[in-house]
């Protein structure tokens, strides 16, 4: 009696990500290469010499704190969510949206501090780089407030819920990612004066 062997080969499951949550992730790997980029060219151009040497403003404590509370409150909205509170996903939202633009206000508000201190954008080097990246992060928080408005108006209308997360779930991850980026930032920066 002869015994057949057979090898059946099952089908490989392809990887599978939202399309739009594929984007985001491109996104931010492309917002990391561009903060790289800006922090080597720091260091670089800091080794060149003629380099002023300032405190960075007081308000750039008072607006990490701000952020990393956001960073709070927009994971609160996303569990809220999860467990399908809409009025806490909603309270938290609009939480991490007012923290948002606190931050906005209160990066305005440091670079009034370094005018006092005589830090310009057109100068010295320095201070140039100090306005230009916490400028360009700030551009990043205003789309991130904008993305927290969608999905704000999205759970007044019952479109973020346990079975449909994927909206806030791409504003937790990008807002996340935000508040990282701006504690390595401003480490970074507290750290190469």
Same mark, same amino acid.
């Given at each position: 009696?002869?015994?057949?062997?057979?090898?059946?080969?099952?089908?490989?499951?392809?990887l599978?990500?939202?399309?739009?949550?594929?984007a985001?992730?491109?996104?931010?790997a492309?917002?990391?290469?561009?903060f790289?980029?800006?922090?080597s060219?720091?260091?670089v151009?800091?080794?060149?010499?003629?380099?002023?040497?300032?405190?960075l403003?007081?308000?750039?404590?008072?607006?990490?704190?701000i952020?990393?509370l956001?960073?709070?409150?927009?994971?609160?909205?996303y569990?809220?969510?999860k467990?399908?509170?809409?009025e806490?996903?909603?309270i938290?939202? /609009?939480?991490?949206? #007012?923290? !948002?633009?606190a *931050? =906005?206000?209160?990066?305005?508000? %440091?670079?009034?501090e370094?005018?006092?201190?005589n830090?310009?954008f057109?100068?010295n080097?320095?201070?140039?780089?100090?306005?230009?990246i916490s400028?360009?992060? /700030?551009?990043?928080? #205003?789309? !991130?407030?904008v *993305? =927290?408005?969608?999905?704000?108006? %999205?759970a007044?209308?019952?479109?973020?819920?346990?079975?449909?997360?994927s909206?806030?779930?791409?504003?937790?991850?990008?807002w996340?990612?935000?508040?990282v980026?701006?504690?390595?930032?401003?480490v970074?920066?507290?750290?190469?004066r």
């Amino acid at each position: 009696m002869a015994t057949e062997l057979r090898i059946v080969e099952e089908a490989n499951k392809p990887l599978a990500m939202h399309p739009k949550k594929f984007a985001l992730w491109l996104f931010i790997a492309s917002v990391v290469m561009i903060f790289a980029s800006l922090t080597s060219a720091y260091i670089v151009r800091q080794s060149d010499g003629n380099w002023m040497m300032f405190d960075l403003p007081n308000l750039f404590w008072i607006t990490s704190a701000i952020i990393v509370l956001s960073s709070g409150t927009m994971h609160w909205a996303y569990v809220s969510a999860k467990k399908d509170d809409l009025e806490g996903t909603k309270i938290a939202i /609009g939480i991490t949206l #007012v923290l !948002g633009l606190a *931050f =906005l206000v209160g990066q305005f508000m %440091a670079w009034g501090e370094l005018v006092k201190r005589n830090v310009y954008f057109v100068g010295n080097p320095s201070g140039s780089f100090v306005y230009v990246i916490s400028g360009l992060h /700030g551009m990043h928080i #205003v789309g !991130g407030v904008v *993305f =927290l408005l969608i999905v704000l108006v %999205a759970a007044f209308r019952y479109k973020v819920h346990a079975k449909s997360l994927s909206q806030i779930e791409m504003c937790a991850t990008y807002w996340h990612f935000l508040d990282v980026l701006w504690l390595y930032l401003f480490v970074f920066l507290l750290l190469n004066r």
